[in-house]
T-cell receptor, first 114, second 114 residues
Framework: EAGVVQSPRYKIIEKKQPVAFWCNPI?????LYWYRQNLGQGPELLIR????????DSQLPKDRFSAERLKGVDSTLKIQPAELGDSAVYLC????????????FGSGTRLTVV | AQSVAQPEDQVNVAEGNPLTVKCTYS??????LFWYVQYPNRGLQFLLK??????LVKGSYGFEAEFNKSQTSFHLKKPSALVSDSALYFC????????????FGAGTRLFVKA
């Protein structure tokens, strides 16, 4: 079974440019999470989806960040325009909504804004 | 405020010796507690969880963790460390009425010396 797949693995962009990250969760996992992990810190939740509905986006900087999960499967996280402080690893995770087990994380996208 | 604390930035142990990585939490209600491990350039991998029941839970790769309600702790342990255990370890707690918001600690880097 494929795990959570994220792309790209690495992205370097200039500030003020747009960038997008893609995530394909584990088949059948209806809950999808986007986390941001700054260097030397633990992941911080940006947004959580239950199927196609964003049920917790309280930590998402909505002035520049947006996300979508059309059809309740794949998800895209976008930043426009990017700022230097957005440099981080963006992690996608998924889980089955019916259990209280651990999440399955993707390998992440390392974003560098220059 | 609900939080997770990992008081040690780094833990150093010799191979073959027992290891402990500390975690304390502050949440209202009964906590769901987790440990994850992160290897370089990889996403987080689920190690083990405490939901209810026996205070000592066993997980992947020979790791175990002890839940102590009176001390609000959930320390990760292993009887005999391996060099390959060297990685970044995150403690996490799941909170909220829906039970699906996970807060991560800042992480502890474990270094096992041969």
């Amino acid at each position: 079974e494929a795990g959570v797949v994220q792309s790209p693995r690495y992205k370097i962009i200039e500030k003020k440019q747009p960038v997008a990250f893609w995530c394909n969760p584990i088949s059948g996992h209806n809950t999808l999470y986007w986390y941001r992990q700054n260097l030397g810190q633990g992941p911080e939740l940006l947004i959580r989806y239950e199927n196609e509905e964003a049920v917790d986006d309280s930590q998402l900087p909505k002035d520049r960040f947006s996300a979508e999960r059309l059809k309740g499967v794949d998800s895209t996280l976008k930043i426009q325009p990017a700022e230097l402080g957005d440099s981080a690893v963006y992690l996608c995770a998924s889980s089955s909504g019916t259990d209280v087990g651990g999440y399955t994380f993707g390998s992440g996208t390392r974003l560098t804004v220059v | 405020a609900q939080s997770v604390a990992q008081p040690e930035d780094q833990v150093n142990v010799a191979e073959g010796n027992p290891l402990t990585v500390k975690c304390t939490y502050s949440v209202s209600g009964n906590p769901y507690l987790f440990w994850y491990v992160q290897y370089p350039n990889r996403g987080l991998q689920f190690l083990l969880k405490y939901i209810t029941g026996d205070n000592l839970v066993k997980g992947s790769y020979g790791f175990e963790a002890e839940f102590n309600k009176s001390q609000t702790s959930f320390h990760l342990k292993k009887p005999s460390a391996l060099v390959s255990d060297s990685a970044l370890y995150f403690c996490a707690v799941r909170v909220g009425t829906g039970g699906f918001k996970t807060i991560f600690g800042a992480g502890t880097r474990l270094f096992v010396k041969a």
